[in-house]
């Protein structure tokens, strides 16, 4: 087994951590944020329909910012306020209210295992942390944690990427933060500093720290309720007082959890030497060729033709404009010719590739994917008789494409 890390990267003095509790929760309880689900989890009095309330925060605040988040969170909790109502939806319903929100599966296997709690669970959520991620699908440990310990007070730590923040910069850990062996023992932390009385509001307000003061780039820690116990902030200011012996003494050893030798403190970057992680992989780049098929509607309103694209992988199961993916560095030429064959499938009939008209390029980034959309338009007379045997398929305005459970990107092009 690896050897433990130095004591003094640990939370290990009971007085130490018991100070930064209550000074942590004192200023939770002046400063925390009004939000929808805060106030949800602690007006509720039925603990099913609190477990839910948080869940579905938790899952919709993965990955994306809490002032987008309040919209869709109060609409989705009018349109299904309980486990059972949302256990009834369509995937498209579901599919619908999530557009714009990103990660759609997120959506989709939130639904799922609301299922699964009213078929299997006979509508009783999980009231542990280990019993949650083990019988919710898409609920890991971090949503676990969160919901147990907001919505049933169990003493439970929860590791997110401000948790991960704060800790790396609290205890001076400089090592790679993405690394399992580091995020094991932030977690380890996360389970030490929890306060037993108030797990829940302990858990949120060292989020609400990383989100709000100890932030990525500029942290405020002037005004940080944790400062005294700072290693990041007491080594950021002995940088002008005579060095005493601190944390850095332990880079000169094999530390798991300081800086690499060869990546020491750098003073210009003050506590933002932490955290750190290794070089992300880039995007991989992707070209897709898609078209805007228009006719006129019966009220001589335009009409698009959107597909649907398959109930799994990316976007699964959203709607989009007739789409094929393109090969690396092809001729536009080339690429008119592969659409236009694409759409021939669709429409019963031969397509010129010449007839395309070329609109531009539409640029999206997902997390791990740098798309180009390269657009098309077509026009079209008459009918067009749509083969039932392909993918779904239908036409709409343009309001009621606006409304379909179209991704960001689709609205871009
Ligand atoms: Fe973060 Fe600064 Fe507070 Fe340390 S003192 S926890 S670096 S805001």
């Not at 405020?220 to 902030?233: D, I, M, R, T």
């Not at 959890?257 to 933002?272: K, Q, R």
């Not at 026009?379 to 343009?398: C, I, K, N």
Request: glycine share 6%; charged share 25%; net charge neutral.
């Amino acid at each position: 087994a690896p050897a433990p890390p130095p004591a003094r990267h640990l939370f290990s003095d009971t007085a130490e951590v018991e100070a930064l509790r209550r000074s942590l929760l004192a200023w939770y309880d002046r400063c925390q944020r009004d939000l929808p689900w805060r106030t949800l989890a602690a007006t509720e009095p039925d603990a099913d329909r609190r477990g839910y309330a948080v869940w579905v925060s938790e899952i919709m605040l993965q990955q994306t910012q809490v002032a987008t988040v309040i919209h869709y969170y109060t609409r989705w909790m009018q349109k299904w306020p309980t486990l059972q109502a949302l256990a009834q939806a369509s995937l498209e319903e579901v599919n619908e209210l999530w557009a714009g929100l990103g990660y759609y599966s997120r959506g989709k296997r939130l639904q799922e295992a609301a299922r699964k709690v009213v078929s299997e669970l006979a509508g009783r959520m999980p009231r542990t942390a280990e019993e949650l991620q083990k019988l919710l699908p898409g609920v890991g440990r971090y949503t676990a944690g969160a919901i147990a310990s907001i919505s049933y007070g169990q003493a439970t730590g929860v590791v997110d990427g401000n948790v991960i923040r704060v800790l790396c910069r609290l205890r001076c850990v400089g090592a790679d933060s993405s690394s399992p062996a580091v995020i094991d023992q932030l977690w380890d932390m996360a389970n030490v500093l929890v306060d037993r009385s108030r797990p829940g509001d302990f858990n949120q307000a060292l989020m609400e720290l990383g989100a709000t003061v100890c932030v990525p780039k500029s942290p405020l820690c002037s005004e940080c309720p944790v400062k005294q116990h700072c290693q990041a902030w007491r080594r950021k200011l002995l940088g002008k007082a005579p060095p005493v012996p601190d944390v850095e003494d332990c880079g000169v050893g094999d530390c798991p959890l300081c800086p690499p030798a060869a990546e020491p403190w750098d003073s210009s970057l003050g506590v933002t030497n932490f955290p750190r992680k290794a070089a992300k992989k880039p995007p991989r780049a992707m070209r897709t060729a898609t078209c805007v098929l228009e006719r006129r509607g019966c009220h001589g309103a335009p009409e698009y033709l959107i597909v649907q694209r398959p109930s799994s992988g990316l976007l699964a199961g959203l709607w989009e404009f007739p789409s094929l993916p393109l090969a690396q560095d092809l001729q536009e030429e080339k690429e008119r010719e592969e659409l236009a064959d694409h759409l021939q499938a669709w429409m019963g009939r031969p397509v010129a590739a010449k007839g395309l008209q070329f609109i531009g390029e539409v640029i999206h980034i997902f997390s791990h994917i740098h798309q180009t959309y390269v657009v098309y338009s077509l026009h079209l007379d008459g009918d067009v008789t749509l083969d039932p045997a392909l993918s779904p398929s239908r036409w709409v305005t343009e309001d009621e494409f606006h409304a379909s459970a179209v991704s960001t990107a689709m609205k871009k092009v």
